[in-house]
């Protein structure tokens, strides 16, 4: 095989890596924003695919009309330098739709997602371009056309096989989404140069040797400061992306710290390192009242154990420990780099703290303790991990709950829709034989509390009564429960019950974010924490 072919076909590898590479790359970036759904991974293999076709048919007819190395090399660098400038004119339009996305701004929100998909028309289609101008140059003669063709859409196939794990695996938690587009654009610019060096086309390589030192320009300003400004009001202390999330720690003006992830839109821990407990009137307070739906008198100790799908920051840990002292807790936590966040900047820090890193559903199958409670915050509008809101997977959380054990979880809705709660209700019902639910005001969360034993919601308040009369009482407990026994919705069950064999969730998701989005005043319904620090 001569050194022309044998460059053709590696620049149809390095293509198809690009291509795949791209694919995975965008669905992080555009996942910050629009979530990682069933739908959104759709869309986006939907519009890849779409600038794919395009190309395969462009590049067919280009490569009739031109069929020269030159042609296929330029073709080839302005595909590498148009994949390079995807994040820096992504971002800025990716940063617009998250803005739209918290001021609920639809019309806001549906141009940037326009503009987002137009971005990457271009540099997909030419890397689309790419097999078909491959088989006509590398063709010979006409027998060996079909083996041509199989090699073609082979080695391209195993760079694309190298290009949907390289990313998510390797680049991305290693460089972050900005530079991933950066060395994959520099591997196909290496494969353009040499390949007009090769073929003697000097003249066209003067001609193009601007394009390296236009991605290190790239490389060098566009990488300056933080990949999205911290919200109005604080000060960024740390920024990250890893396999699962963009990270963001800010600082209030009063010490506050809070965990951002993706676009932005919730706090998924608070810390003040100037006190020892946080009260922050909020989901993670919430989960304090749980295991008082017991028949009273009921007590807690540090001698129970916890269970805590959906670690983060280590709030709820951090919250319990201060309560009750150092009571062994399991903190599962699928993104790793969180762990390691939580303890620097979280006070995360707690020696009765198991910190594991993995998914919910599979690490709780690894620990065979008993727990008074298990609390998964790990559901958030729109993403829901709909195998952690199924039949078989809440009956495996309650073999390893004590007799008089509670599980707990932050279950999203809208002043106008419930379904997803009262699905949940529904499925908890299926396995446990009481459900009880909290509304936390100034939000779209409720807490939904299901219990070993048959349990009323009066029993909340006859256990809150017993608090207030003991002087040693935390007074976490004593502001939190009473605002918990206030909040307290009907239980309302539907017909839904989610399986591991059909969890209708995301239908149920994108309905509840359309209604609202169509038939309330987004704006006037959206309130704020009040924080406090003891």
Same mark, same amino acid.
């Given at each position: ?38 739908i ?15 190309g ?14 030159k ?16 994040p820096?004119?992504a ?19 549906v ?13 997909v289609?030419l ?59 520099a591997g ?6 040499i ?70 839109l ?22 304090m ?17 916890l269970?805590i ?10 919250q319990?420990?201060?309560?009750? *002292?150092?009571? %062994? @807790?399991d903190?599962?936590? /699928? &993104?790793? !780099?969180?762990?390691?966040?939580? +303890? ?7 020696d009765n ?18 727990y ?19 039949v ?19 279950? *999203?809705?809208? %002043? @106008?829709?419930?379904?997803? /709660? &009262?699905? !949940?209700?529904?499925?908890?019902? +299926? ?15 409720s ?36 605002l ?15 399986t591991d ?6 239908? /149920? ?26």
């Open positions: 095989m001569s050194l022309r072919i044998t460059l053709l076909y590696i620049a149809a590898f390095f293509a198809g890596m690009a291509t795949l590479a791209v694919e995975f790359t965008t669905a992080r970036m555009l996942g910050n924003i629009y979530g990682t759904s069933d959104a991974w759709s869309g986006i293999i939907a519009m890849m695919l779409a600038y794919l076709a395009l395969y048919y462009i590049g067919g007819r280009w490569a009739d009309r031109s069929p020269y190395t042609t296929f090399y330029t073709l080839l660098a302005w595909a590498a330098i148009l994949t390079a400038l995807i820096f004119v971002r800025p339009a990716l940063v617009g739709a998250g803005v739209a996305l918290a001021q609920i701004n639809i019309p806001g929100v141009l940037w997602i326009l503009v987002t998909i137009v971005l990457f028309i271009v540099p289609t890397l689309g371009c790419v097999p078909p101008f491959v088989m006509r140059l590398a063709i010979e003669d006409t027998e060996s056309s079909g083996q041509v063709a199989g090699v073609v859409y082979g080695v391209s196939t195993l760079g694309s096989i190298v290009g949907a794990f390289t990313p998510t695996l390797i680049l991305i938690p290693t460089f972050g989404s900005t530079r991933t587009f950066l060395i994959f654009a196909i610019m290496l494969i353009a140069l390949g007009l060096a090769v073929e003697s086309e000097r003249r066209p390589l003067l001609v193009h040797s601007w394009m390296p030192v236009g991605l290190t320009v790239l490389a060098v300003i566009g990488l300056q400061g933080p990949l999205k400004p911290a919200p109005p009001a604080t000060t960024l202390l740390f920024e990250q992306e890893t396999g699962y999330n963009y990270v963001q720690v800010v600082e209030t003006n009063g010490g506050t710290r809070h965990l951002l992830l993706n676009e932005g919730a706090i998924h821990s608070m810390y003040n390192p100037d006190f020892s407990v946080i009260e922050t009137r909020g989901t993670w307070d919430f989960f009242a749980g295991p008082y739906f017991n028949e009273a008198p009921h007590t807690m100790t540090e001698d129970d154990r269970m799908i959906g670690l983060a920051g280590g709030t709820m840990a951090l319990y420990s201060a309560v009750y *002292g150092p009571m %062994p @807790i903190g599962i936590e /699928i &993104d790793p !780099a969180l762990i390691g966040v939580g +303890e620097d900047y979280f006070g995360m820090t707690l703290l198991n910190a594991i890193a993995g998914d919910g559903r599979i690490e709780m199958r690894r620990l065979n303790h008993e008074a409670a298990i609390m998964i915050d790990a559901y958030r509008v729109p993403y829901v991990p709909w195998h952690l809101l199924t078989e997977f809440f009956e495996e959380g309650r073999a390893r709950l004590a007799d008089d054990g509670v599980l707990m979880m932050n279950v *999203g809705r809208s %002043p @106008i829709n419930r379904e997803l /709660i &009262d699905a !949940a209700t529904a499925t908890l019902l +299926e396995v446990f034989p009481s459900v009880h639910v909290m509304d936390v005001p100034n939000t779209f969360n807490i939904v509390v299901a219990t070993v034993q048959p349990t009323e919601p009066e029993n909340l308040q006859a256990n809150i009564d017993l608090l207030l009369a003991d002087e040693e009482t935390h007074p976490l407990l004593i502001d939190v429960l009473p918990a026994a206030a909040s307290l919705h009907p239980t309302q069950p539907n017909d839904i019950i989610f064999d059909r969890a209708p969730v995301e239908g /149920i998701v994108h309905n509840l974010i359309l209604q609202f989005l169509l038939e309330s005043n987004p704006a006037a319904e959206i309130g704020t924490f009040e924080t406090r620090d003891n």
